[in-house]
């Protein structure tokens, strides 16, 4: 969602503003700003409705100076895409800008209204502004004013204040919403993203849920709910700096499709041995908690929902344990019934994706014997909370539109899964050195699904002039075309829906017809032919069928229906390597379309409010 970067240094920090907005416009946004003040108290601010580029423009040509600043992309939730609603926000001295939503802000504004103060936006965050600058009249200190003020808001926020009359020093608020502080040397920083960081410092300090913290040029103190001075580790990253670079391609998701095959290998280094799963490799208690486990909770949200569907598949089959998914926005508002010693397990890219977090704080409460996390980001909310982490290592994912997150998602999943079975012995030697073998061949078959690109981009002109496709796929592929139909969805604007192939008949075979496009994930598995029955059923009505299946599973091409040959994989990593193919056809489609592939309209990378 929105990004916030802040510094307190001993030079001019505009720069270093601007650049770290840059480097946050992954998470989705519809305006820019920044403040900074200088030693005299000097205070300037400038906001811009766009992108980035736009408000460096504008700073480029301004004479803004100072060494303690705010900077902020906004994703509109309470207020137009405008310049006005546009942060930070001021009143009187203070500035703010905020992450999240303040639940209680239609109230509050009433509040201060008879206080006698002005509203100029219509933003929930001007809240924030005025409630600070109140609070500051009678305070010893900002950090006391915004303690305060934070008494008072319900909902999640990451906010920054700064006082123009103090501008050595920014104060930070963390609830719900995540912020980090970047280690300098004679200055620190703040970020909802370490990597709006990352060319400046890989020493970084995370916020715990309640925790304020107090940054100057060469100190933090923080605080936590309480009011308590508590210490907060330090961690260095070791992330890659040029994360947020296209490099050669054209766009970041173009980038990390073709990143798969390193992302996977990574994924699967120090894990496994020639044919077996190290289940050590999982995390600290994972064995223990593995022997106990008699049923398995999947909770997640779009792409990674998609991931825990196809895993269930794996937990059910392979693991002989039962397995329920849902999405996290749904358990959450539900009664439900914890199952004798069940793993909770949460899937995210980012480990700050408020539905899913929310779950997990709630299902810690009802008696689950652990709950564990797969994710990306090592220092994350999730990752934090958790019993037990299983990272995908996938590296910095910037597009929207999460690929290769999705695909090491499957792939931690699967050696999961393979763990758990051989823990309680529910799994052959025989069949475990299949299943790893099978992992360890795939980084070089998805080398071979890239090498479809140009098929694929040819193929993708047939959909231009769409307005709806169809996915469909069987078992395990039922998920997989789920998320292909979101792809296309996500960036090209095409509507898709996906069905399981067997459910034609209960509906979908309404909408078949010469303009709807028919996308066919057919593996040779043992439902190929069950497969092609629905297939038929489709071309007898017209339908333009687009079939991806192996070299020998016998389907001819014809007037109506194109063939695209897929080299055979093992059927257990097959869901994995079929996922690749309908992402290049997204990402193809969109180009087409001249959508913006990265940033599609309304979305945002990481969803950190409900």
């Known amino acids: 969602m929105c990004g916030i970067v802040g510094a307190v240094a001993q030079r001019n920090i505009a720069d270093i503003l601007v650049e770290g907005l840059r480097r946050l416009e992954y998470r989705g946004y519809d305006s820019a700003g920044i403040a900074v003040v200088d030693l005299h108290k000097n205070y300037t601010r400038i906001r811009r409705i766009g992108k980035v580029r736009e408000l460096a423009n504008a700073v480029a040509t301004s004479n803004l100076i100072g060494g303690t600043g705010v900077g902020h992309t906004r994703w509109a939730t309470h207020g137009v895409p405008s310049e006005v609603n546009s942060h930070p926000h001021i009143s009187g001295d203070i500035t703010i800008v905020h992450n999240g939503i303040i639940e209680n802000h239609q109230a509050l504004r009433s509040l201060l209204q008879d206080r006698g103060y002005t509203f100029v936006s219509q933003t929930d965050t001007e809240v924030i502004a005025h409630l600070v600058e109140w609070e500051r009249r009678t305070a010893t200190s900002l950090l006391e004013a915004v303690q305060k003020t934070t008494a008072q808001l319900q909902g999640a926020y990451g906010a920054v204040a700064m006082d123009s009359n103090d501008p050595e020093r920014l104060i930070v608020a963390r609830s719900g919403s995540p912020i980090v502080i970047g280690h300098g040397i004679g200055e620190n920083f703040i970020a909802s993203d370490p990597l709006a960081l990352l060319n400046i410092t890989r020493r970084f300090m995370y916020l715990e849920e309640g925790d304020i913290a107090e940054i100057t040029y060469d100190n933090v103190n923080v605080f936590d709910a309480s009011g308590q001075h508590v210490e907060r580790a330090v961690i260095e990253l070791h992330a890659q700096q040029d994360a947020g670079e296209k490099g050669k391609y054209r766009h970041f998701m173009q980038k990390e499709v073709f990143e798969q095959p390193t992302a996977l290998r990574n994924t699967l280094e120090g894990r496994l041995t020639h044919d077996a799963v190290i289940t050590e490799s999982i995390g600290v208690n994972a064995v223990d908690i593995l022997n106990k486990v008699e049923h398995v909770q999947i909770i997640a949200c779009g792409t990674s929902f998609n991931a825990g569907m196809t895993a269930r598949y794996w937990f059910e089959s392979i693991a002989g344990i039962s397995c329920d998914v849902e999405i996290a926005s749904e358990f959450r508002y539900r009664k439900f019934v914890t199952r004798p010693n069940s793993l909770l397990i949460t899937i995210s890219q980012s480990g700050e994706t408020a539905d899913t977090l929310a779950a997990l704080r709630l299902a810690k409460k009802c008696g689950y014997m ?6 990306n980001v090592a220092g994350s909310s999730l990752v934090r909370e958790s019993d037990f982490a299983f990272m995908t290592r996938a590296g910095a994912e910037i597009g929207v539109a999460s690929t290769k997150a999705f695909t090491t998602q499957l792939a931690t999943l699967l050696m999961l899964v393979t763990a758990l079975a051989k823990q309680q012995k529910r799994i052959s030697k025989a069949k475990e050195k299949e299943i790893v073998q099978a992992l360890h061949a795939l980084p070089e078959q998805i080398e ?18 769409k307005q709806h496709t169809l996915f469909l796929g069987r078992g395990e592929f039922y998920p997989i075309a789920v998320e292909a139909a979101l792809k296309l969805k996500e960036i090209s604007y095409i509507h898709a829906e996906a069905y399981a192939a067997g459910e034609l008949k209960h509906g979908p075979l309404a909408l078949i ?19 092609k029955s629905n297939i038929e059923e489709v071309r007898a009505r017209g339908g333009l ?3 991806f299946s192996e070299q020998k599973s016998g389907f001819e091409a014809a007037h109506n229906m194109k063939i695209i040959r897929m080299p055979k994989v093992n059927e257990i990593t097959a869901p994995i390597f079929y996922t690749v193919p309908m992402q290049l056809l997204a990402y193809h489609v969109a180009l087409i379309k ?17």
């Open 448 to 465: 071979q699904a890239l090498a479809l690109d140009k098929d694929i981009k040819a193929l993708a002109t047939d959909f231009a002039d």
């Open 594 to 610: 001249g959508t913006d592939v990265d940033q599609p309209r309304n979305l945002a990378k990481a969803v950190t409010v409900e």
């Open 513 to 531: 017809d010469a303009d709807m496009p028919v996308v066919v994930i057919a593996p040779g598995n043992d439902l190929l032919e069950k497969l």
């Open 370 to 375: 652990g709950v564990m996390t797969v994710c």
């Open 545 to 547: 069928l687009y079939v």
